[in-house]
C-alpha cells in the first residue's frame, strides 16, 4: 500500500535570492507540491472538500538544510508517510541534489497536517481521516 | 474625492533573486499590496464578496522597468486612479526609490480589475461597480 | 531554427488565493521557467554570467487574463520569439488550460528582457546579445 | 542589551489560499523580515558580505500553528534571541493575532541561522560570529 513518493523539482530562478542560492522557504513549497502529487498518485485530490468534507491544514513543520542548492540543481523530494494518526499525518521527506552528480542529501524536513472540517459556524474541527482516504495509505518502515 | 495613494514598501531579502537585485514580479506584489490599502484608506476592504456579493479578478497588468532596486531599498508606490468604467477600474503606479537617496523613479505598471459577482453556477460575470464604492472614487488628473 | 517552445504548468496550491483561483502573479512565474527552458532547449543556460559575461534583466512585462485557472489545473505556456533587437528579446506567451478540457486559452503576455553586462562600478550597461546567443534563436513568424 | 524585537504584520492577499486562509510558508517569510528588522535595529544589515565577510544560510527552521490567519488580520511577530553559539544564532518567534482582537497567539516557530564565510572556492565555510556583531546580541532570559 502505498507509503513513500518520490518527485523531482528544479531549483527556478524566483526560488534563488541574493546569496546565491535557493532560499530556504522554496523547500516547503517543494514539500506541499510532493504530499499533492502524492495524493493524486492514489487517485485523489487534496482538495477533497466536496467529495469528503474535510480541509488538510498544517499544524507543524520543520526543515533542516545540510547543503545549498543553485539555480537549475534538480532535487528530488522523497516523501514517506511517517504517522497516521486518528486524526493527522505526518510526513517526512529527504531531499537530494539528483542533478548535478554526485547526488547529494541536502534536506530534510517534515510536515503534519490533520484533517478537518468545518461547523455551522466556519469554525474548524479536526475530524477521522475518512475511511476512503485513511485506507489508502500505509506508514513507511523506515522512517 | 480620493484618486490616489502612496505607500512605502521595503524590499526583502524574499523578493530578491540570484542576479542581486529585486525580482521583477515582486512589483506585482507591491502593487496589489497598494491597492488593497487604498481600498482600506476608503473604508472598504477588497474582500467585499459578504457586503457587495462582489471580487475584483485582475484582467491586465503590467510593468515597466527603468533601474534595479536592492535588498533594504525603500520604494514608494504611488497608486493614481487612471480610469473608472462602469464595471472595472484602472490604476497607474509609479515606483520611487525613496531610500537611499537620491529619489529615482525605478518603474511604472498599471493593474486593471473587474467587478464580477458569480451566479448560481458559479460562473463569474462582470456587473456594475456597487454606488457605494464607485462614488467613493475618482479619477486622478494626472495619470 | 528555434523559435518557440512550450511547457505544461500545473497550478499548485501556493499558486491560488481566497478568491479559489491562481493569483495573478503566477503567470509570471509561468512566464520565467518557460523562458528559462527554452534557453536550456538550445543548450545553454540563462545564468550566462561566467561564459558570456551578460545577464538578463527584464524591461516590460505585461499579462491580460481571459479567464480563470484552479487548482491542480494544467496550463501550457506557448513562447513564441516576437522581437530580436540588437540588445533585447521580446518573448510573447499564450496560455491555455489543456485539463481539463476542453483546451481553452485563459491569458496572453510579453516579456522584454535586455542583455547587459556590468561595468568596473557593478553598473548594468545594455550590451549587443553575443552572438553565439544570436544565432540560435529566431523570430516566430506568427506572433 | 538587545535580545528581543516585536514587529507587526499585515497578511496580504498573495499570502493566503484557496483554503481562504493564510498559507503555511508565509510565517516563514515574516519570521525573515522579522528577523531582518531585528538585524537592522543593531544598526546593521544581515547583508553584511562587505564589511564582515560572512553570510547567514539557515540550517533549520520550523513552525507550529494554534489557528487560522486571515487576509488583512495584523500579527506580531515577537522574536526573542534563544541560543547564541560561537558560530550561529537561534531565534524563537511567537506569533499573536493583535487584530482583530481578542489578542491571540496563532504560531511559534525558531530560525537557526549559521554565521559562514566562503573560501577560494567558494564553499562556504562555518566561521565565529563577527565580536562586531555577537556583543551586540544577548540571549533572551525568557524563551
Redesign the interface.
Known amino acids: 500500500m502505498p507509503h513513500e513518493f518520490k518527485m523531482i523539482h528544479r531549483v527556478?530562478?524566483?526560488d534563488?535570492?541574493?546569496?546565491?542560492?535557493i532560499?530556504?522557504?522554496s523547500y516547503?513549497?517543494y514539500m506541499?507540491?510532493t504530499e499533492?502529487a502524492f495524493i493524486?498518485s492514489l487517485g485523489l485530490?487534496?482538495?477533497m472538500w466536496e467529495t469528503f468534507k474535510v480541509?488538510w491544514?498544517?499544524?507543524?513543520?520543520?526543515?533542516?538544510?545540510n547543503g545549498?542548492l543553485r539555480?537549475?540543481d534538480e532535487v528530488e523530494a522523497h516523501l514517506r508517510v511517517r504517522e497516521k494518526k486518528e486524526k493527522s499525518l505526518t510526513y517526512g521527506f529527504i531531499f537530494r541534489r539528483v542533478k548535478p552528480e554526485p547526488v547529494v542529501e541536502v534536506a530534510r524536513g517534515s510536515l503534519t497536517a490533520v484533517c478537518v472540517t468545518r461547523d455551522g459556524n466556519g469554525e474548524?474541527k479536526a475530524v477521522p481521516i475518512p475511511e476512503a482516504i485513511a485506507s489508502r495509505i500505509n506508514v513507511a518502515e523506515s522512517r
Open positions: 527556478e530562478f524566483a534563488t535570492d541574493m546569496a546565491g542560492l532560499h530556504f522557504s516547503f513549497r506541499e507540491v499533492h493524486r485530490s487534496i482538495v480541509g491544514p498544517r499544524v507543524r513543520v520543520e526543515c533542516e538544510y545549498p539555480f537549475e474548524m
